[in-house]
């Protein structure tokens, strides 16, 4: 059976408008929001890197009065609508952080592995049940010059038939496993569990709790929300996507839109025509790339390709639909695994990401040294969101750690032109891109994007 792509396109549009994650009775109650409060750290941003620093804050300094407002609901954007790839790498990948770190490099990629190890000790410690499990991620070739970046001569590639061998696909032409460096998770139900464990340990969490502005006074920062006004002796600033408390890091961020779609669950019959025992993630090489993995309950979930910018840096609810990435993502679905043509779509979303030019997060201080900041992740903050924590916390410590002294962490993006110059250079960048992907040569403009070292990417 081959689907034609008005069935295709069918099948994307019959799919229901929702978060998988989040699509469940088991999403905790929202939390009461706050009025006024005075804490020793104020945490605005219920996301990945909020919850982790609460936390991490906690388990640093016992005691300490930690206070995270939302200005939603704990998971509700990018921390519960991603793929729940959790990777080690910190640098957006190896290629990306060579190019940029080449002396830290190796450094950097011990930190991320233990950062990733960190991860699965505290869901093991504090008992959160995420569905994590440590099976990698499987890089594949669709197209003959992608061959040649899964480096053909190095120990772990795989040849097509040993590729096809973990996850069945006719576009597979070679791979590459990393067994170790990425793990498989609900984002949702581990964004859960880190709260619940953040709150056992004294913090306090307040949903709908809006921060309106922030400004230093009498030695503390007086924080505005729509309840009241928080005194907080330091702040972490973990908004993702969503800049405006920060003048400096505006220029530095655009959104992008980011669609998946989610299968029912496979029979037995459907997985075994699959294989994929190995429950590894999957990426394939292009520059616009899809991932993809199974979920607990043998759903698969398939992203990414169509990163969506939308002019002025448009953020709003009606972008986390669009028909036409859905219906895209849809035809290169059963273009891969024609074999699952009788399986159809449940569940169709989108979510926003904060992409910078260097494709990974940045860090740094604000407020006279009292509030700290970190954003930018491109995609990759499931993971990297730890680390991030712990970075601002030790840059609100004031005292130099192995952590603070990488030129990574001290160096920052360079910024994206104003409107409409980032329109037109995102616009050409994607056009660019998809040429790469089919020819297999990087045009004028993407070399010259390369030696200035920015990027547009999700």
Known sequence: MTLTSREAHERADAAAPRVLWLDTPARPARRPPVGDA???????????????????????????????????????????????????????????????WPE????????????????????????????????????????????ALLEPSAPGFLDAAAVRGLVDSPT???????????AMVDPARLAWGLAAAAESLGARIADETEVLGMRRRDGVVEVTTSYGVVCARQVVLATNVFTSLLRRMRTRVVPVYDHVLATEPLTREQLAAVGWTARCGVADSGNLFHYYRLTGDNRILWGGYDAVYHFGRAIAPEHEQRAATHRLLAEHFYATFPQLADVRFTHRWGGVIDTCTRFCAFYGLAHGGRVAYATGFTGLGVGASRFAADVMLDLLSGAPTERTELAMVRERPLPFPPEPFAWIGVQLTRWASARADETGRRNLWLRTLDRLGLGFDS
């Open 38 to 100: 005075d804490v020793d750290l104020l945490v605005v941003g219920g996301g990945f890197t909020g919850l982790w620093t609460a936390l991490r804050a906690l388990e640093r300094e016992p005691g300490r009065s930690v206070l995270v407002v939302e200005r939603d609901r704990i998971a509700e954007h990018a921390t519960g609508r991603n793929g729940g790839f959790c990777e080690a790498s910190l640098t957006h990948g190896e290629a990306n952080g060579r190019d940029r």
């Open 104 to 147: 830290e490099y190796d450094e950097l990629e011990r930190m991320g592995l233990a950062n990733l190890d960190a991860i699965e000790a505290t869901v093991r410690r504090y008992g959160i049940a995420c569905g994590f499990e440590r099976t990698g991620q499987l890089s594949v070739a669709t197209r003959p010059h992608e061959t």
């Open 172 to 182: 597979y032409l070679a791979g590459r496993l990393d067994a170790e460096g990425c």
